[in-house]
T-cell receptor, first 112, second 117 residues
């Protein structure tokens, strides 16, 4: 079965510091996308960043960047200059067969 | 940008009754829609995939007769929880994708909290 695994149920970071959330995945597809989504207490799913598997360059969106290691099937999210508003559940996801499959999630707390 | 409207946001129903949840793509044609279920502090579990004009494809373990999905148009999909029971209480989220979008964009509704009493 194709899977997405997040091994960190909870993470904590000091405001203005940097934190990295881990994600590994397994897929048999040659062309796929990887995603990080943020789910705040409102429970609205918000796309944070997206990576195309055939692109070697790591995606970056302002304070958010990824470390994509295709051979290792690893896709971690780095949040720089953490802000209080970054506190949320973060889900890693992979589109497999057109379906979006999610990891278990990491709950990020930001300490002032 | 792409917007998906999901209604209702909250619903309370009596055990044994049916509840319908709507998911509409407001500014794009959603060739494929997905329905997820999420328990507190857990991940989103895919229940089914629906393509406009055809029968939904259900994930293993999801009861087709309990969770009826209709995708009659390119902008509307509905999930009906039939003969609801307290164990069906959960957070349900829809997601829509436009086939023509090369970036595999998935847009999510705001979710529906279902409570069965």
């Amino acid at each position: 079965a194709q899977t997405v695994t997040q091994s960190q149920p909870e993470m904590s970071v000091q405001e203005a510091e940097t934190v990295t959330l881990s994600c590994t995945y397994d897929t048999s597809e040659s062309d796929y996308y990887l995603f990080w989504y943020k789910q705040p207490p409102s429970r609205q799913m918000i796309l944070v960043i997206r990576q195309e598997a055939y692109k070697q360059q790591n995606a970056t969106e302002n304070r958010f960047s990824v470390n994509f290691q295709k051979a290792a099937k690893s896709f971690s999210l780095k949040i720089s200059d953490s802000q209080l508003g970054d506190a949320a559940m973060y889900f890693c996801a992979s589109n497999q067969g057109g379906k979006l499959i999610f990891g278990q999630g990491t709950e990020l707390s930001v300490k002032p | 940008g792409a917007v998906v409207s999901q209604h209702p946001s909250r619903v309370i129903c009596k055990s044994g009754t049916s509840v319908k949840i709507e998911c509409r793509s407001l500014d794009f044609q959603a060739t494929t829609m997905f329905w997820y279920r999420q328990f507190p502090k857990q991940s989103l579990m895919l229940m089914a995939t629906s393509n406009e004009g055809s029968k939904a494809t259900y994930e293993q373990g999801v009861e087709k007769d309990k969770f009826l999905i209709n995708h009659a148009s390119l902008t509307l999909s509905t999930l009906t929880v039939t003969s609801a029971h307290p164990e069906d209480s959960s957070f349900y989220i829809c997601s829509a994708r436009a086939e023509l979008r090369a970036d595999y964009g998935y847009t999510f509704g705001s979710g529906t909290r279902l409570t069965v009493v």
